[in-house]
């Protein structure tokens, strides 16, 4: 295997993932993920800190969530990332409310 191809496989292998399914007190399966934070003094704020750090703080995070508890859908984005962490934060889909859990959520991290 030549060295551009080694990196290049290496670069589409994930370096983190996590599912994650219940409000508040999740049952997970992860990867490179050692704990998950309710961080905020409301709903829907969330850190997942990563078992091994990435190189640096410019990686992609791609994640799904489902419905809310209420049954409204969720709009789910990161807002901090660091190389040891990445906080995720959820909304509701049209509504006032500023946070709110989610039942399900999927996230990827590839680096």
Do not use: C
């Amino acid at each position: 295997m030549t060295r551009a191809r080694e990196t290049s496989e290496n670069a589409r292998q994930a370096k983190a993932w996590f599912f994650g399914s219940g409000y508040g007190s999740y049952s997970s399966r992860s990867f490179n993920i050692s704990s998950i934070a309710d961080t905020g003094s409301t709903l829907g704020q969330y850190t997942l800190n990563f078992e091994n750090n990435m190189e640096t703080s410019l990686y992609v995070v791609l994640v799904a969530s489902s419905i809310a508890t209420d049954g409204r859908f969720v709009l789910t984005w990161t807002n901090l990332k660091t190389v040891s962490s990445v906080d995720l934060y959820a909304y509701p889909v049209e509504s006032t409310q500023a946070y709110i859990d989610w039942h399900n959520i999927d996230m990827v991290v590839y680096e």
